[in-house]
């Protein structure tokens, strides 16, 4: 079970860190994403962590401005967020999967429930 947390109302050139609690099973032995879903849009994916040498990818929106990564002990994945724009408005959510990194949500076979991101301009 996934537990995603920190979500919250922030503006414009801001910073948040979102967190993402497991329970039940080990994040450092899966890979790790973050999604999201803004008004009106469907999910998008953000970053992905993989689960041995903790390589990253992101969404070319986000890259140099969003940071995924995870703390074993605390069994615990987070996204740094930074300088968020209005458009990053959205409902964050971390998944996990026991594969390889991967962009689709259909390859994600756990969810948290989400967080909500507004960022005011």
């Known amino acids: 079970q996934l537990q995603a947390s920190g979500g919250g109302l922030v503006q414009a050139g801001g910073s948040l860190r979102l967190s993402c609690a497991a329970s039940?099973?080990?994040?450092?032995?899966?890979?790790a994403g973050w999604f999201r879903q803004a008004p009106g849009k469907e999910r998008e994916f953000v970053a992905g962590?993989?689960?041995?040498?903790?390589?990253?990818i992101y969404a070319v929106s986000v890259t140099g401005r969003f940071t995924i990564s995870r703390d074993n002990a605390k069994n615990t994945v987070y996204l740094q967020m930074s300088d968020l724009k209005p458009e990053d408005t959205a409902v964050y959510y971390c998944a996990a999967r026991r594969g390889d990194l991967a962009r689709y949500q259909s390859d994600y076979d756990s969810w948290g429930q989400g967080t909500l991101v507004t960022v005011s301009s």
């Open positions: 962590i993989r689960r041995t040498t903790a390589y990253t």
């Open positions: 039940g099973r080990t994040l450092s032995t899966i890979t």
